[in-house]
């Protein structure tokens, strides 16, 4: 990778970091729907503007079907996984179990893009599944109150974005990566809509909340989408999705900053 990547995949992984953190803060007070419409519609109303300036709703509109399915399955389903994890898991193991993309993403690619998996590749990807299992059995509890389903929530969301990046590969290949983001989260704003408005919170969420909600939806999800898809373009999503081996440093780093020092 060029010194222009590696930058950018540091700061996706820092700008993701912080993520799980604003996903902790507001879960307890947005529920898990509501929180993650609000992260897609704001991320969206960010970068659409910034499509139509650059002038690449055209590749939009051309190939907006792919793009609706990156967005459900790259943005709305993995958002509301880790956002109902997080009522009860802490942002470090959250973003552990995160970390987990990569193996089900080579898994995916090698049985749909028949990518070769070499018997180190294979050797790498078992020792790395028998961690995780290792780390859900002994942390899972599905009594009433447990943990249990949140963990399963955990390895749900790297699946999607696993799956998410074999279909990506396959069927957005030279779209630009603006039109990728701002209509991937478009796809997600609309898939939450009703879902959001049929679990909106009773009570109003508060402003600081809000205002962790906002750094959610536009740092971390507006400029960060524009980061991933644009190293997905330039380093493909192999090395892309390998930014959530660096995310859980970036995770308990943000925490001790914020929440141990604020």
């Keep these: 990778m060029k010194p222009t990547d590696i930058t950018e995949l540091l700061a996706l992984a ?17 529920g898990p729907v509501a929180l993650s419409a609000v992260r897609v519609t704001g991320a969206a109303l960010l970068l659409l503007p910034l499509l139509a300036w650059r002038q690449q709703v055209g590749a939009l509109r051309a190939h907006w079907r792919p793009i609706l399915i990156v967005g459900i399955t790259n943005s709305a389903l993995p ?10 898991l802490t942002a470090g193991l959250s973003t552990i179990f995160n970390a987990s993309s990569p193996l089900f993403g080579a898994v995916i690619a090698g049985l749909w893009l028949k990518d070769r998996l070499t018997p180190a590749r294979v050797l790498g990807l078992l020792i790395g599944f028998a961690g995780v299992l290792w780390l859900a059995w002994g942390t899972a509890d599905f009594k009433p109150g ?15 974005y696993g799956w998410s990046a074999s279909f990506a590969k396959r069927h957005r290949t030279g779209v630009p990566p603006l039109a990728v983001a701002a ?27 809000w ?20 190293l997905m373009a330039n380093v493909g999503p192999a090395n892309a999705i390998a930014v959530t081996f660096l995310i859980p ?10 929440l141990a020092n604020g």
């Design 14 to 30: 820092a700008l993701w970091g912080a993520a799980f953190l604003f996903m902790r803060m507001g879960a307890a007070e947005f």
């Design 79 to 88: 958002f509301l996984c880790f956002a109902y994890a997080a009522l009860s």
């Design 146 to 160: 447990g943990t249990g389903w949140a963990l399963l929530a955990c390895l749900a969301g790297p699946l999607c």
């Design 183 to 209: 209509g991937s989260q478009l796809g997600a704003a609309l898939a939450l809509a009703v879902p959001a408005a049929l679990w909106w919170p009773a009570t109003a969420p508060s402003a600081s909340m």
């Design 211 to 230: 205002a962790a909600a906002a750094l959610l939806a536009v740092l971390c999800t507006g400029v960060a989408y524009l980061l991933y898809f644009r």
């Design 249 to 258: 440093g970036f995770a308990v780093l943000w925490g001790w900053l914020l």
